[in-house]
């Protein structure tokens, strides 16, 4: 398994951005599919962006239909950590972030203890 701190959030006029990052601890950080979730109040847990590598240094990713175009999920595997820049952000982005680490397919086993990011209208 893999430890993650996330790190980053805050309060953001909408429009505004933000960078989070998720480090993480263990040799085979560049094995694992990481993700970033987020949970608002009174609403289900959503995945809102996924990075992993293929084969040598081919990066995938994806996105949730809430944030493509305005997200970007990256890693930097000599740090061991995954970055979420968010961007064009809006009051219905608020929410903890997660970031969490799937060491086969999206079976993410592993969990960050989330940070808050609050969106302002």
């Known amino acids: 398994q893999v430890q993650l701190v996330e790190s980053g959030g805050g309060l953001v006029q909408a429009g505004g951005s933000l960078r989070l990052s998720c480090a993480a601890s263990?040799?085979?950080?560049?094995?694992?599919?990481i993700g970033w979730f987020r949970q608002a109040p009174g609403k289900e847990r959503e995945l809102v962006a996924a990075v992993w590598w293929s084969g040598g240094r081919t990066e995938y990713s994806d996105y949730s239909d809430s944030v493509k175009g305005r997200f970007t999920i990256s890693r930097d595997n000599t740090k061991n950590t995954v970055y979420l820049q968010m961007t064009s952000l809006k009051p219905e982005d608020t929410a903890v972030y997660y970031c969490?680490?799937?060491?086969?397919?999206?079976?993410?086993?592993?969990w960050g203890q989330g940070t808050q990011v609050t969106v302002s209208s």
């Open positions: 969490a680490a799937a060491p086969v397919g999206y079976d993410f086993s592993s």
């Open positions: 263990g040799r085979t950080f560049s094995m694992y599919r």
